[in-house]
Structures are given as structure tokens and as C-alpha cells.
């Protein structure tokens, strides 16, 4: 694990934790579903704060992530890179809980884009 308290996990660490935590012994009562996504991505906090987040999944309404650090409920941006473009992400993050590894674990649901005022 990093000497840095608020450097993103590593896909090792997200790998351990998601072992750990297992599949539920019941069937997913779910009405969306969600697909394991992992790679990269930064939260940007109402305050402006930066912290590394690795995502856990997506659905078409929201996602999951693995970080350092917990963060409060309320919207936020995750950005999230791939080889030719970032995407910006505006979410309402609705839980965070702490897991293994001094980590925590959240969850936010996809909120519309902005429009510009006319």
C-alpha cells in the first residue's frame, strides 16, 4: 500500500477488497444492471478537493468506486480517462462506507448534464 493517504488505489488493493467482500449469497434484487468496471478515475468534491477513485461499476444510472478517504454524500464530478478523451460525470454520491485498508467504498447515482442559460 502507498505512503500517501489519498493516492489511488491500485487494481491489487481493488482486487483484494472485492475478494474479501465476496458475491451475496442471495440472488441480486437489483432492477438495473450494473457491469464491473475497473480503471482509473478522480472525484472532484463541492469544495474543490481531488481524490483518486478506481470505479468498482457502472449501470446506466450510476456507479461504484474504491478510494482513500471518505467523502460526504452530495454531488460531485468524477472524471474518467480513456486512451483519446476524458469524460466528465456529474454525480450525486448517495453512500460512502469504510472497508479494508483504511478504504472506503461509494456508491452515487448519474445526474443530467448542465445546460447553458440562454
Not at 13 to 19: S, T
Not at 82 to 102: A, H, L, M, N, T
Not at 103 to 111: A, D, V
Request: aromatic share 6%.
Amino acid at each position: 500500500m502507498s505512503a500517501d493517504p489519498w493516492s489511488r488505489p491500485s487494481m491489487q488493493d481493488l482486487k483484494e477488497i472485492l475478494e474479501s467482500i465476496g458475491k451475496p449469497g442471495t440472488e441480486n434484487s437489483r432492477t438495473v444492471e450494473r457491469l464491473e468496471l475497473s480503471v482509473p478515475a478522480e472525484i472532484v468534491t463541492s469544495r474543490g478537493n481531488t481524490v483518486s477513485a478506481v470505479t468498482r461499476e457502472i449501470s446506466r444510472f450510476g456507479l461504484g468506486m474504491l478510494h482513500r478517504g471518505a467523502i460526504q454524500p452530495g454531488e460531485v464530478t468524477v472524471k474518467m480517462a480513456s486512451e483519446s478523451r476524458q469524460f466528465d460525470y456529474r454525480v450525486q454520491i448517495k453512500w460512502c462506507i469504510p472497508c479494508e485498508k483504511g478504504m472506503f467504498l461509494s456508491g452515487g447515482e448519474f445526474l443530467p448534464k448542465e445546460t447553458p442559460e440562454a
